[in-house]
């Protein structure tokens, strides 16, 4: 099936009992029981939704993957994914991730004996110089948050392949609509299913996706044994949300190249981090794996001054943390999102006081570029 097939139908089918066309939302805590021993294949809501069950096996399919287990949030999925592991082991990960992935990670999950080692990602060879008898994991984020690099996604999976590791890809910026990484050969798949994937900022969710039977055994276990579960009524909200992912990534991309483009000609724009411009240093890379290059983009003003000019005098752009939703958003990383990371970290990747992430909505464009250019001029 097509992709917005899926989107519509994948996971779904009409209530056998009402023939209700859309999921019912399965808003109960247990389930009576036949007799001892006999149930319908429902227990307690913790282990069994079917909401969240409808919810699971449409995100995999749009992935490309066999199975989803589903989270209360993008960081729950996130820490989930430290089960496959224990005290002692090692794991490779972009340096250039959300900073709720690195203060989790480095400020939390070291403590529990876990060794990370952050590296450019965008470089293969760093992979392999990072590499240490105890690593098991490669964690990638691409594009990364917020400077959008972009690592070969092909690459890593061979690196992991060839050693045993585990590849584990954060696809939150692309959406499945515009990037399966399961399909290039990684193992494991994550959302922040608040962002792109619900898209109207009223939902809090995370997904894991995975063709392995042993990772989704392991990490179903841990869905039901930690508890960081997703309430029906969002499952339905997001399962109700997917149906419409394809429009919405279509009209983001188109309205982020227009944006891109405008940042691009003026001058007030030192440095411009989008995908889609034949500008960006692994646009060809961007091509080659990706569908689309997406709705976000990152713009370095040169001064902190311009930066702030612009974050707080926007009309149509909200001032905000998060993205991917319908309206457009617009966020100051190194006091926001990424305000957990050491500023030496920062420095290093290019993410200074005076870069500004734009989360680029489906607005009427010339609105949008209107309301930064009475800014800028």
């Known amino acids: 099936m097509g992709f917005s097939t899926d989107a519509i139908h994948a996971g779904q089918e009409p209530d056998l009992k009402t023939g209700a066309v859309i999921t019912p939302i399965y808003q109960t805590s247990t389930y009576a029981q036949e007799e001892?021993?006999?149930?319908?294949?429902?227990?307690?809501?913790?282990?069994?939704?079917?909401?969240?069950?409808s919810l699971e096996k449409n995100i995999a399919a749009l992935e490309k993957g066999k199975y989803g287990i589903a989270f209360s949030s993008g960081l729950a999925a996130t820490n989930a994914l430290m089960s496959l592991v224990k005290s002692g082991d090692h794991i490779i990960i972009s340096n250039n991730v959300y900073g709720g992935t690195y203060r989790l990670y480095e400020l939390v999950m070291k403590d529990f004996g876990l060794d990370y080692s952050w590296v450019d990602t965008s470089n293969l060879k760093n992979i392999d110089n990072a590499i240490k008898p105890n690593t098991k994991i490669v964690y990638v984020e691409t594009p990364t948050n917020p400077m959008l690099t972009i690592t070969d996604l092909i690459g890593v999976s061979e690196i992991c392949k060839k050693n045993k590791f585990i590849s584990i890809v954060d696809n939150t910026f692309m959406s499945p609509y515009f990037q399966n990484p399961l399909e290039l050969g990684c193992d494991i798949v994550l959302h922040s299913?608040?962002?792109?994937?619900?898209?109207?900022?009223?939902?809090?969710?995370?997904i894991v996706v995975t063709k392995s039977e042993k990772i989704h055994e392991?990490?179903?276990?841990?869905?039901?044994?930690?508890?960081?579960i997703p309430g029906p009524f969002d499952c339905w909200l997001i399962l109700r949300a997917t149906k419409t992912l394809?429009?919405?990534?279509?009209?983001?991309?188109?309205?982020?190249?227009?944006?891109?483009?405008?940042?691009?000609?003026?001058?007030?724009?030192?440095?411009?981090f989008y995908p889609g411009l034949k500008s960006h240093p692994q646009h060809e890379l961007a091509k080659k794996q990706m569908r689309g290059f997406g709705g976000m983009i990152s713009v370095d003003f040169g001064d902190i001054?311009?930066?702030?000019k612009v974050v707080n005098n926007v009309k149509i752009f909200t001032l905000a943390e998060s993205l991917g939703g319908v309206e457009s958003l617009v966020c100051h990383?190194?006091?926001?999102?990424?305000?957990?990371?050491?500023?030496?970290?920062?420095?290093?990747?290019?993410?200074?006081?005076?870069?500004?992430?734009?989360?680029?909505?489906?607005?009427?464009?010339?609105?949008?570029?209107?309301?930064?250019?009475n800014i800028l001029g």
């Open 305 to 308: 001054k311009t930066a702030k």
């Open 36 to 53: 001892l021993g006999k149930h319908k294949g429902y227990e307690y809501a913790r282990t069994q939704n079917l909401t969240r069950e």
């Open 246 to 272: 394809a429009v919405r990534m279509d009209r983001h991309e188109k309205n982020a190249n227009k944006l891109a483009e405008y940042f691009e000609k003026n001058n007030k724009a030192k440095k411009v």
């Open 193 to 206: 299913t608040t962002k792109y994937i619900n898209g109207h900022s009223d939902v809090v969710g995370g």
């Open 333 to 373: 990383p190194a006091s926001m999102t990424h305000a957990s990371v050491p500023k030496a970290e920062r420095d290093k990747m290019g993410l200074t006081e005076s870069l500004v992430r734009f989360s680029v909505g489906i607005e009427d464009i010339e609105d949008l570029i209107k309301d930064i250019d």
């Open 218 to 228: 392991r990490l179903r276990y841990i869905q039901n044994a930690a508890g960081a």
